[in-house]
């Protein structure tokens, strides 16, 4: 069997475009792929372009590790978010390809099922006004849609530090989503990388009483020493702290690993070259009593190569979500995931990854010019199209 057709396509959304690859064999089999490329669309597809008939069209699709292998080392220049990203679009498409012929979900050709349901947290649910009645409105319906826990970055545009009467308002919003959804339902904060270590911790310390199940990125990803020197602060206070959606190698974490300077990873399957890649940085974690929840703001397809990987990996902890908060048209591009039920996702099935790519839903949402900044004003409404 050999790779005969690597076709890209984008699916535009509010604040995201999807990139799609859409991967066939000589002998009729189809896989898919899918990425978030946050603001870098041409990026990727730039890279995609020049690296499909290097390294994939007329390879054996069963040959996920040489591919990875290739586009790490023969093009000389370091791997970063671009390339990594590219690998992972066609190394996922391999499973789905492998998985298909042989009849099996991918979950079962990478050691089999460890859980018998996937638990799974909403994103992107919070896109009205940030006040504290909105908020807590908002935070109802997610329990509402069937799920219990749920992400959210209270902090507005703040970087590196902010005013007092700043702080004292993030701490009404998180309150407000505590009094919404109880005291069971997990709440897990998202600092997106936008503080100095001393301003993260003094969050946390502010913030315990509302017993968060995390704190994500409370230092920026490129100083692994900061990041240390966080999460050290923050354990006093039972507070486990995740990071690691914008690193994107294994010698990236090296250093995080080595100065156990989190808790919790969170690669990006689709930034990190993809599930296999993945799935062994989770094992290299657990040798640190690390657990892993991967980063997932894609669409179907990347949801389903993470449900993948969250069967099979025992330090699994909790999958990200955000599409039951996005256009609807979003699931229906490849339908064939498990929808959340009180809190968890059941095992996703195959063969492949067990969804199927609609084109004429990907055609009729074209691309969209889309700058999502985190650090404008409230960029929580997920409102980024610009003229
Ligand atoms: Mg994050």
Redesign the pocket.
């Known amino acids: 069997m050999k790779i005969s057709k690597v076709t890209p396509m984008v699916l535009g959304t509010e604040w995201r475009n999807l990139t799609i690859v859409k991967v066939e064999t000589d002998d009729g089999l189809v896989g898919v792929g899918e990425c978030r490329a946050l603001n870098r669309t041409d990026g990727v597809l730039g890279y995609l372009s020049e690296a499909a008939p290097r390294y994939i069209l007329g390879e054996d699709p069963f040959n996920v590790e040489a591919l990875v292998a290739r586009m790490f080392r023969e093009d000389f220049g370091r791997a970063g978010e671009i390339t990594q990203t590219v690998t992972a679009l066609l190394e996922v498409a391999c499973w789905d390809i492998i998985g298909k012929a042989l009849g099996q979900p991918v979950y079962k050709l990478l050691g089999g099922a460890v859980r018998h349901q996937i638990k799974g947290y909403a994103n992107g649910w919070y896109t009205g006004e940030r006040t504290p009645d909105e908020f807590h409105a908002a935070a109802k319906k997610v329990l509402d849609k069937g799920y219990r826990a749920l992400k959210f970055d209270p902090f507005g545009a703040g970087f590196y530090e902010m005013e007092r009467a700043e702080k004292n308002y993030v701490i009404s919003l998180v309150e407000a989503v505590r009094d919404a959804v109880g005291p069971d339902v997990e709440i897990l904060i998202?600092m997106?990388g936008r503080f100095n270590p001393v301003t993260a911790v003094e969050f946390a310390r502010e913030l315990a009483p509302f017993k968060p199940s995390w704190l994500?990125?409370p230092v920026p990803p490129e100083n692994i020493a900061a990041q240390k020197k966080a999460a050290d602060a923050i354990a006093p206070l039972g507070i486990p702290v995740a990071t690691g959606?914008r690193l994107h190698t294994m010698y990236e974490y090296r250093e995080l690993f080595e100065l156990q300077a989190c808790d919790i990873i969170?690669p990006d399957i689709t930034h990190f070259g993809g599930i296999l890649n993945t799935k062994k940085l989770a094992a290299w974690a657990e040798a640190y009593y690390m657990l892993i929840a991967p980063?997932n703001v894609g669409g179907p397809i990347s949801t389903a190569a993470a449900l993948h990987l969250a069967a099979c990996t025992p330090n699994f902890k909790i999958q990200e979500h955000f599409n039951d908060f996005a256009e609807a048209y979003v699931k229906k591009a490849a339908p064939g995931n498990p929808e959340i039920e009180d809190g968890y996702f059941a095992l996703p099935s195959g063969p492949g990854l067990g969804v199927t790519l609609d084109e004429d839903v990907v055609a009729a949402n074209p691309r969209r010019r889309v700058h999502f900044n985190l650090f404008a004003e409230d960029w929580h409404r997920r409102s980024a199209e610009v003229d």
């Open positions: 998202e997106h994500e990125e959606e969170q980063h």
